[in-house]
């Protein structure tokens, strides 16, 4: 198993200003993904971080809206730019150890964000 | 249509009864299924996962698949308060080691002492 954390916990954010999100993994692991989890919406994947490459992003993400660091193979960041209300939910990463998304993935406890 | 679809619930159920949450997909090429369960304020864990169709059995949770109606289910007998959670389906083609997974939008459960 995994311990991942995030920060912050939560955040509530004026219009028009960024975000970056932290996620931190207890061991080195390859694949990492951020997904973003609205009310009543299904889980989806905004892109997955491989450390040493491009992050890969999802249709409907582009980098510009979340760019995203992988410095290591414990550590990322996502960014949430020029944020507006549409962006209040839930984001989450994860890391799966086998190096593929079907494989068990571990995910942390989410940043609640609040755009006004 | 949705590619994954789920009841949202809310389900309420009293300690002790079998619960049943299902999820219905379009795709099918799907053939990795998934549950996972997600506590208030925590990220989703895995719960079980199936290749195909058929079921499985882990303790008190059986996960079902019924590839020919694109229809899977989880069972849950002898419900626990600690089952309070809201449960997703996950699925995935899995024809590659890259094919992404994609989530149902979950079904909330609550188990009443």
């Known amino acids: 198993s995994a311990v991942i954390s995030q920060k912050p916990s939560r955040d509530i954010c004026q219009r028009g200003t960024s975000l970056t999100i932290q996620c931190q993994v207890d061991?080195?692991?390859?694949?990492m993904f951020w997904y973003r989890q609205q009310p009543g919406q299904s889980l989806t994947l905004i892109a997955t971080?491989?450390?040493?490459?491009?992050?890969?992003?999802e249709s409907g993400f582009v980098i510009d809206k979340f760019p995203i660091s992988r410095p290591n193979l414990t550590f990322s960041t996502l960014t949430v730019s020029n944020m507006s209300p549409e962006d209040s939910s839930i984001y989450l990463c994860?890391?799966?150890?086998?190096?593929?998304?079907?494989?068990?993935?571990?995910f942390g406890p989410g940043t609640r964000l609040t755009v006004l | 249509q949705k590619e994954v679809e789920q009841d949202p619930g809310p389900l309420s159920v009293p300690e002790g009864a079998i619960v049943s949450l299902n999820c219905t997909y379009s795709?099918?090429?799907?053939?990795?299924f998934m549950w996972y369960r997600q506590y208030s304020r925590k990220g989703p864990e895995l719960l079980m996962y199936?290749?195909?169709?058929g079921n499985k059995e882990d303790g008190r949770f059986t996960a079902q698949v019924d590839k020919s109606s694109k229809y899977i289910s989880l069972f849950i007998r002898d419900s626990q308060p600690s089952d309070s959670a809201t449960y997703l389906c996950?699925?995935?083609?899995?024809?590659?080691?890259?094919?992404?997974?994609?989530f149902g939008p979950g079904t909330s459960l609550s188990v009443i002492p």
């Open positions: 994860s890391v799966a150890y086998g190096g593929r998304p079907t494989d068990t993935q571990y």
């Open positions: 061991s080195q692991v390859t694949m």
């Open positions: 971080a491989n450390q040493g490459s491009e992050a890969t992003y």
């Open positions: 795709n099918s090429a799907f053939q990795y």
């Open positions: 199936t290749y195909s169709s």
């Open positions: 996950a699925m995935s083609e899995m024809k590659t080691s890259y094919d992404k997974v994609i």
